[in-house]
C-alpha cells in the first residue's frame, strides 16, 4: 500500500479518480446520505463508471464498486486493470480515504482473478489530499475465487 496526492498520480490515475468525483453526485443515497462514486480502468483504456444506489429493501442496496465492475462487464470489458473510489457525506467533506467494503472488495477480487492482474484500488478523499493505492491482494487476503475451483 502506498499514500499518495493526486498531483503525483500518472495522468490515468489522475482521470479515473475525476471521474469517479464527477459521476459521485449521481448516487441515489436517501437513507445514508453518503455518495460514492467509482471509474474502472478495462482493457483498451475503457473507463467505466458507476455510484451506489440505494434501497428501501437495504439488500438490494449497489455499491458504487460493483456498479461500476458490472457496467464494464455489461459493456464486453473482461479485463479490469484499476478502480478508483471516492466519497463523501452529504453535509461535508469525508477527510481519510474511503476503502471498498467487504462485499465489493470480494466482487474486485473475482475481477481480479478472471483478469489475471493483481487490480489495483485507489482510494481517496473528497479533497483529492489523501489517497491510497493498493492491491486487491493486500484489501482481501486469502481471497476465494474461481481459481479455487479448477482442479490441478
Do not use: H, W
Not at 15 to 26: D, T
Not at 67 to 91: D, F, P, Q, W
Not at 97 to 108: D, E, F, T, V, Y
Amino acid at each position: 500500500m502506498k499514500k499518495i496526492n493526486f498531483q503525483k498520480l500518472n495522468k490515468i490515475d489522475q482521470n479515473l479518480l475525476k471521474r469517479a468525483f464527477e459521476v459521485m453526485n449521481n448516487s441515489y443515497n436517501p437513507y445514508s446520505k453518503f455518495y460514492v462514486g467509482a471509474a474502472v480502468l478495462g482493457d483498451g483504456n475503457k473507463i467505466f463508471v458507476g455510484t451506489n444506489v440505494e434501497n428501501s429493501a437495504y439488500g438490494n442496496t449497489i455499491c458504487a464498486e460493483c456498479s461500476a465492475l458490472t457496467s464494464a462487464r455489461a459493456n464486453g470489458i473482461k479485463k479490469v486493470l484499476k478502480i478508483a473510489v471516492i466519497g463523501k457525506n452529504s453535509e461535508k467533506a469525508v477527510l481519510d480515504p474511503i476503502s471498498p467494503c467487504g462485499s465489493c472488495r470480494q466482487m474486485i477480487f473475482e475481477a481480479s482473478q478472471v483478469s489475471e492482474i493483481d487490480i489495483e484500488v485507489i482510494m481517496s478523499n473528497t479533497k483529492m489530499d489523501k489517497i491510497i493505492i493498493a492491491k486487491i491482494s493486500e484489501l482481501l487476503p486469502l481471497g476465494f475465487g474461481p481459481k479455487n475451483f479448477k482442479s490441478k
